[in-house]
């Protein structure tokens, strides 16, 4: 690896931008190479900024993963719409993703002018993904009207499935960042807490097979995770799920408690493999009535005002 302080080596910050659902999340992952972020065929499953880290020879590039920028339709949504505003003007580079086999449409028209008043400031690469989702024709034809919707720095199509172009994908956004030290040790993949991975990794598994009002209505909070005393083979995690009604809770649960048992079981494989150590897993159901529009129960559940 070259000198950290020599003139080749590169570091800074990258951030994805895009609809809801364009793929940001799964793109992130399989750049960093492991799983940081959670993933869901549900619109609006990402609801923080997640740090993930590359790391290689000649840069280390830490790439953001925001919220999908949407029409906020209550107080979390406004306050998520805050953070990837905000999030927009601290980074080096901006992705703005935009799905291969998906027609351009008014959401990604209204991100492109808002990415336009930033791309003097900051370079924007489009990228054009999932394209192991769409014939080559469908490609070129997106990328053709990519290339109409803006001034971009560069224009990348890739596919966070099959890996296709995920390198070039790298070295362009690599390109746009500034020379400097490594930020984070090396081997570090992301900075976010491991109660805070497990909270999510816990939310992903409750978002699969639910029905479409669901998942917007559920928030995870790990209130307790550590060695249990006298164990060192054995973490206890002790989790709380909050819906809005008890209607929810009901779905939640399942038919004779089936689907909290099958989330529990998906969430605790995973949280094994994240902390490498069995896992005795707690989950409680709470009711926190309409509380993705109560400021306190927001500040609460960990989504603050910015």
Same mark, same amino acid.
């Given at each position: 690896?070259?000198?950290?302080?020599? #003139?080749?080596?590169?570091?800074?910050? %990258?951030?994805?931008?895009?609809?809801?659902?364009?793929?940001?999340?799964?793109?992130?992952?399989?750049?960093?190479?492991?799983?940081? %972020?959670?993933?869901?065929?549900? *619109?609006?499953?990402?609801?923080?900024?997640?740090?993930?880290?590359?790391?290689?020879?000649?840069? &280390?590039?830490?790439?953001?993963?925001? *919220?999908?920028?949407?029409? *906020?339709?209550?107080? +979390?949504?406004?306050?998520?719409?805050?953070?990837?505003?905000?999030?927009?003007?601290?980074?080096?580079?901006?992705?703005?993703? +935009?799905?291969?086999?998906?027609?351009?449409?008014?959401?990604?028209?209204?991100?492109?002018?808002?990415?336009?008043?930033?791309?003097?400031?900051?370079?924007?690469? %489009?990228?054009?993904?999932?394209?192991?989702?769409?014939?080559?024709?469908?490609?070129?034809?997106?990328?053709?009207?990519?290339?109409?919707?803006?001034?971009?720095?560069?224009?990348? #199509?890739?596919?966070?499935?099959?890996?296709?172009?995920?390198?070039?994908?790298?070295?362009?956004?690599?390109?746009?960042?500034?020379?400097?030290?490594?930020?984070?040790?090396?081997?570090?993949?992301?900075?976010?807490?491991?109660?805070?991975?497990?909270?999510?990794?816990?939310?992903?598994?409750?978002?699969?097979? @639910?029905?479409?009002?669901? #998942?917007?209505?559920?928030?995870? @909070?790990?209130?307790?995770?550590?060695?249990?005393?006298?164990?060192?083979?054995?973490?206890? @995690?002790?989790?709380?799920?909050?819906?809005?009604? #008890?209607?929810?809770?009901?779905?939640?649960?399942?038919?004779?408690? %089936?689907?909290?048992?099958? @989330?529990?079981?998906?969430?605790?494989?995973?949280?094994?493999?994240?902390?490498?150590?069995?896992?005795?897993?707690?989950?409680?159901?709470?009711?926190?009535?309409?509380? &993705?529009?109560? *400021?306190?129960?927001?500040?609460? +559940?960990?989504?603050?005002?910015?």
């Amino acid at each position: 690896m070259p000198a950290a302080d020599g #003139p080749a080596f590169r570091s800074g910050f %990258a951030c994805f931008a895009g609809r809801p659902n364009v793929g940001k999340s799964t793109l992130m992952n399989a750049l960093v190479g492991a799983k940081i %972020a959670i993933t869901s065929s549900r *619109p609006q499953t990402t609801r923080r900024a997640i740090r993930g880290i590359v790391h290689r020879p000649d840069a &280390q590039l830490i790439i953001v993963d925001t *919220p999908g920028l949407h029409r *906020p339709r209550t107080l +979390l949504g406004e306050r998520l719409d805050s953070l990837v505003r905000s999030t927009l003007t601290e980074v080096d580079v901006i992705g703005f993703c +935009l799905p291969a086999a998906e027609r351009i449409g008014p959401g990604d028209q209204y991100l492109a002018g808002e990415l336009a008043s930033l791309s003097g400031k900051t370079p924007v690469v %489009a990228i054009v993904t999932k394209t192991d989702q769409a014939s080559r024709a469908q490609i070129a034809s997106q990328l053709a009207a990519v290339g109409k919707l803006g001034d971009w720095a560069d224009v990348v #199509p890739v596919s966070a499935i099959t890996g296709y172009q995920l390198d070039v994908l790298a070295d362009v956004l690599v390109s746009h960042l500034p020379a400097g030290r490594p930020l984070y040790p090396e081997g570090e993949l992301t900075d976010e807490p491991e109660q805070q991975l497990a909270a999510e990794l816990i939310r992903e598994a409750i978002l699969e097979g @639910v029905r479409d009002e669901l #998942p917007h209505s559920i928030a995870v @909070v790990v209130e307790e995770m550590g060695p249990r005393p006298g164990r060192d083979d054995l973490i206890d @995690v002790h989790a709380v799920m909050y819906v809005e009604r #008890p209607s929810q809770k009901a779905i939640v649960i399942g038919a004779h408690g %089936a689907r909290l048992k099958e @989330v529990g079981s998906t969430a605790r494989a995973q949280i094994e493999a994240l902390l490498g150590s069995r896992v005795y897993l707690d989950l409680r159901i709470k009711i926190a009535k309409d509380w &993705q529009r109560d *400021p306190r129960q927001l500040r609460r +559940l960990g989504f603050y005002d910015r």
